[in-house]
């Protein structure tokens, strides 16, 4: 059985370590530059080898995305940047520019290249072109089929990787290359700057009636014509691993620690379950995917033609509000908790741990961390003790399902 690569996303240090708890295999980040969520989540040089140091301490690998198109100017820098890449750690780089695939190899040859979605690769022609450059691997593009992918994996070298989205945010455009947002706002979504125009709220204007605004399918979560849905594949990852993908990969680098931390965790029980490594319920598992926000899930491409959309699959869901990450173990069967959102004594509280799956228990006995009794932590970032049951550990996040039982 070929060895599975779960593949987790990290804006920043406090999402790489969730992923890294979770059971991401390896994590991708964003550098100072020429990567696709332009000055929003992209880590320094020193930040990019603080964290291959800390990923490499546990025997996993950090890629770092260089996806940008690029102008000729940068390209004349491109050296340079790949071999900093490389001083600092980075175990391959993500790229979608042809040229800038050709200037890597040259100038910082011992740097992997993986080919990015965005270069929108759908045939063995094309990843036996990328391969023949130097490729180390593909990141298939997201209109492809499983039987597609199964048809690629045969014709191409076993030496070339294949990797895909599994789990997360669809942009609408095809392969990502979408310039609604460079039209209306000048902000590109090629570039790294793109402001998710596809999501915005848009009505109607007929010809003879200016000003008059028409609403589209609206509903009271707004219209949403141009809002893809979320892609889950967690039921036929097993399909998707047969048709040849050994790297699953998470979207959500503008994700919170959170919601990075209840993927991760997810996938990686599923995968230990599909290898035979640890058992894991489907079920539980589906619900772990619910507890964070999303938009109504679908399965993308991969059986063929993606279902159409219906107005109401726009709103975003969400089973579960976070509300505090577990700091301390604390003598006496208690914690000390960091809050995110408000608990109340008696509220019912769920973990999320990568070494528990489905723990409850019910919030009690509630202090300061002077000793003080208090009967609700209401101010976000507060520390606050509590009783909890065996088996949390420091690094655990805490969250209620629906509004909880509390009465505060």
């Not at 294949?162 to 209306?184: D, P």
């Not at 919170?256 to 539980?284: E, F, N, Q």
Request: charged residues 25%; proline residues 4%; glycine residues 10%.
């Amino acid at each position: 059985m070929p060895k599975y690569e779960l593949l987790s996303p990290a804006g920043d240090m406090e999402c790489l370590e969730a992923a890294l708890r979770f059971g991401a295999d390896a994590v991708y980040v964003g550098g100072p530059k020429l990567q696709l969520r332009a000055g929003r989540t992209g880590f320094s040089m020193d930040a990019l080898r603080a964290a291959a140091q800390r990923v490499h301490s546990l025997g996993k690998k950090l890629y770092v995305t260089v996806n940008a198109f690029m102008d000729s100017r940068e390209i004349e820098t491109l050296g340079d940047y790949g071999q900093a890449l490389l001083d600092v750690g980075a175990d391959a780089a993500i790229v979608a520019d042809l040229g800038a695939v050709a200037t890597l190899r040259r100038a910082a040859e011992k740097l992997p290249i993986h080919i990015s979605t965005q270069a929108n690769c759908l045939n063995d022609a094309a990843a036996r072109a990328y391969y023949d450059m130097g490729a180390t691997r593909v990141v298939l593009g997201r209109e492809m089929s499983l039987e597609q992918i199964a048809r690629l994996r045969q014709k191409v070298p076993a030496e070339l990787e294949l990797e895909a989205f599994v789990h997360g945010a669809m942009c609408m455009a095809y392969s990502g290359r979408c310039m609604i947002s460079a039209y209306l706002t000048g902000r590109s979504a090629n570039r790294g700057a793109c402001t998710q125009s596809c999501r915005w709220r848009y009505h109607l204007v007929e010809e003879k009636r200016p000003g008059e605004f028409i609403p589209v399918e609206e509903d009271a979560d707004g219209t949403t014509i141009l809002s893809s849905f979320d892609l889950n594949c967690l039921d036929f990852l097993d399909q998707i691993a047969g048709a040849g993908v050994t790297s699953f990969k998470l979207e959500g680098r503008m994700k919170s620690p959170y919601y990075v931390a209840t993927v991760t965790g997810a996938y990686r029980r599923r995968i230990d379950a599909m290898t035979g490594a640890a058992p894991a319920p489907l079920d539980a598992l589906r619900r772990e995917l619910d507890a964070v926000s999303h938009r109504a899930y679908a399965s993308g491409f991969y059986f063929g033609e993606m279902k159409k959309h219906a107005p109401e699959d726009g709103a975003y869901l969400q089973d579960c509000v976070f509300v505090g990450v577990v700091r301390q173990r604390l003598p006496g069967g208690r914690v000390r908790v960091e809050l995110r959102n408000r608990i109340c004594a008696g509220d019912a509280l769920e973990v999320l741990s990568p070494n528990a799956l489905g723990l409850r228990f019910i919030a009690s006995h509630m202090t300061d961390p002077d000793g003080a009794p208090i009967g609700e932590a209401a101010v976000p970032m507060m520390l606050f003790d509590m009783d909890a049951p065996d088996g949390l550990e420091c690094g655990d996040m805490l969250r209620m399902r629906g509004a909880g039982t509390g009465s505060c």
